[in-house]
């Protein structure tokens, strides 16, 4: 069977191309501080340069989620900008919107401003009203895999068990099958018995070995710490070239969808990509 979604009106999936969503925070904390959009102006030229581009949707997160970063703000606080974010970026693209939160209430005031789909870190583990919410209100969702116990020792069987939880979650909240993509949770894996780095690369190699989940796979890449500390580059803004590398590869290992800062490089990459892979 193959696998397929529908976000917001995009279709994803097998026999389609590898869609590509462009990643905008308006949290300062962010670790990658070249991705923050301060003001509505930047906001605004950011999604309209992301659009311009061949983005097929914006994620927009107004708290980041870097488990290395003490980067936790109050929830009306990320309401405040999560929100206000989203208003100018409805008016700025046509593009489905995404609001990256594991927090229901400010999942449920950015569908009110204008989000379609919740990107969920915590694959509905965080905040137990989030599913129930996301089967109301929302047109899609993306659930993650991330840790919840230290010393894991097999990055594919891990993360198998925790997004067929999410998906679970997201059954027997009466989501349908065909709104849910999955996230295996790059760089959100710090404990595991396997240093993060290897973690993460050997997750990647072996994203193949998630398609019995049977549902499309988005994967973020964009300029992550593993990447950092393969290639000696500390600061975020030197990562792009070994970015577009992973990005190639996830491609190749059949990713349907990249989350990405950087949405034009990211595009010819993967199209390169497509063009390589086995038919």
Request: net charge neutral; proline share 5%.
């Amino acid at each position: 069977m193959a696998a397929y979604a529908c976000l917001a009106g995009l279709e994803v999936g097998d026999g389609y191309p590898v869609r590509l969503v462009g990643a905008i925070n308006v949290s300062p904390e962010s670790f990658y501080r070249e991705s923050v959009a301060a003001g509505e102006e930047a906001l605004r030229s950011r999604a309209e340069q992301m659009a311009a581009e061949g983005a097929d949707m914006i994620d927009v997160g107004a708290m980041s989620t870097a488990p290395y970063l003490a980067t936790a703000i109050s929830e009306a606080e990320e309401t405040r900008r999560l929100t206000s974010a989203i208003r100018v970026l409805r008016q700025a693209v046509a593009l489905p919107i995404s609001a990256d939160t594991t927090r229901s209430r400010v999942a449920l005031a950015a569908m009110e401003a204008g989000a379609t789909v919740i990107n969920d870190v915590s694959g509905f583990r965080g905040d137990p009203a989030m599913a129930d919410l996301a089967a109301r209100r929302a047109d899609g969702v993306v659930l993650m895999a991330s840790e919840t116990a230290a010393g894991a020792t097999d990055p594919v069987r891990t993360v198998l068990d925790l997004l067929r939880r999410s998906c679970a979650a997201a059954d027997v909240a009466g989501i349908p099958k065909d709104r849910v993509v999955l996230d295996p949770g790059i760089g959100f894996f710090r404990r595991a018995a396997l240093s993060w780095e290897v973690w993460d690369c050997e997750l990647l190699r072996r994203l193949a070995e998630l398609r019995p989940l049977n549902r499309p796979m988005l994967i973020g890449l964009s300029r992550k710490s593993f990447i950092g500390k393969i290639l000696g580059r500390p600061d975020p803004i030197d990562r792009l070239p070994g970015s577009l590398a992973a990005t190639a590869v996830a491609v190749l290992n059949g990713v349907h969808i990249i989350r990405t800062h950087d949405v034009g490089p990211t595009r010819d990459a993967i199209r390169m990509a497509e063009a390589l892979r086995p038919a």
